[in-house]
C-alpha cells in the first residue's frame, strides 16, 4: 500500500483517524494483510482452528469471540505502537488460546491441536519478539499476546472453570487495558502530538506549546515539533522564542526553518 489513503480503503486507518472517533479501525484492520504468506497463514489457521471453536461454541458465540479478539488485539497494538497493527494474527492466537486452555477438556480439541502445533505458535511468538527487536521483521508482538491472553481467559471462564473469577477480573482489565488507549494514551507520541496539533487548531496556543514540548521528550519528530513550536510562539508574538526555534529548526530542517522565515517576514501574516 502506497499511503494512508490507500490503506484506509481497505480499513487499514491511522491512529490519528482512530484517536478522533473511527474505532471501527479496530476491527477492520484486521482484514487488511499486505504480503501473501501473512495472509496464507492466518486463512489456514482460521479454517483449521476457528472451526473447532465454532463448533463448540456456536457461530453467535464465534462471531463475538472474533470480534472481541479484534477490538483487543488491536488496542493493545495500539496502545504500544501507536498503530493497530495489520492482519488477523491477533484473532488466530484467542482462538489458539481459547483451545490451547481446553484442550483436556474437549476431546476435539485435544485430538486436533497436536504438541507440534504448541511448539510452532509458541515458538512463533518469542520469534516474531527477536524479529521485532533487531528490525528485522516488524510484528504486532502485543496482537499476537493479547490475543492469546484473551482466549484462555475466555476459556477458563467459560469451559474450564478453573479460576473464573480471577479470570473474569484478567478479562476486564484486558478489555480496559485495549480500549483505554484510543481515548487517553499520555506516553504515546503520536497521541500527544495529535492533542497538541488539535489545541494549536483551536487557537489554544500555551497549551499546544506545552503538549509539542512533551510530545518532544517522547520522541516525536523534532523537525515537526520545532516547526509546529516556531509558528504556535509566533503566534503569541513571542519573538525571543519564535527566533530560537527557527535557530534548532534550521539545524534540522533547514528548508523548513527558511520556509517559516519567509512566511513570517515583517508585513506577512
Not at 484486521?30 to 489457521?45: K, R
Not at 527477536?130 to 510484528?139: D, G, K, P, Q
Request: glycine content about 6%; hydrophobic content about 50%.
Amino acid at each position: 500500500m502506497e499511503s494512508w489513503d490507500s490503506a484506509a480503503k481497505w480499513g487499514y486507518l491511522p491512529s490519528t483517524a482512530i484517536w478522533e472517533g473511527k474505532y471501527w479501525g479496530l476491527i477492520t484492520s484486521v482484514f487488511v494483510h499486505i504480503e501473501i504468506w501473512h495472509l496464507a497463514f492466518n486463512i489456514y489457521w482460521l479454517w483449521a482452528l476457528g472451526r473447532l471453536l465454532e463448533k463448540q461454541i456456536g457461530s453467535l458465540c464465534w462471531v463475538v469471540f472474533v470480534i472481541l479478539s479484534a477490538i483487543i488485539s488491536s488496542g493493545a497494538q495500539l496502545a504500544v505502537s501507536d498503530t493497530t497493527g495489520i492482519g488477523a494474527s491477533g484473532v488466530v492466537y484467542a482462538i489458539f488460546g481459547f483451545i490451547f486452555a481446553a484442550k483436556n477438556q474437549v476431546d476435539e480439541f485435544k485430538f486436533a491441536l497436536t504438541r507440534q502445533h504448541i511448539v510452532l505458535f509458541i515458538a512463533w511468538l518469542f520469534i516474531c519478539l527477536i524479529t521485532t527487536y533487531f528490525n528485522i521483521l516488524n510484528v504486532g508482538n502485543a496482537a499476537h499476546f493479547s490475543g492469546f491472553i484473551f482466549g484462555v481467559l475466555v476459556a477458563d471462564v467459560f469451559i474450564v472453570k478453573y479460576k473464573s473469577r480471577l479470570a473474569m477480573l484478567g478479562l476486564a482489565a484486558l478489555l480496559i487495558c485495549a480500549i483505554l488507549p484510543i481515548f487517553w494514551a499520555p506516553w504515546s507520541a503520536g497521541w500527544v502530538s495529535q492533542k497538541a496539533y488539535d489545541a494549536h487548531a483551536k487557537a489554544d496556543y500555551l497549551k499546544a506549546i506545552s503538549l509539542y514540548h512533551r510530545s518532544l521528550e517522547l520522541g516525536q519528530d523534532p523537525a515537526w515539533v520545532w516547526s509546529n513550536l516556531a509558528i504556535a510562539y509566533r503566534m503569541i508574538n513571542d519573538q525571543t522564542k519564535y527566533e530560537e526555534a527557527i535557530k534548532t529548526l534550521e539545524k534540522l530542517d533547514a528548508k523548513a526553518a527558511q520556509e517559516l522565515k519567509d512566511r513570517y517576514q515583517p508585513g506577512n501574516k
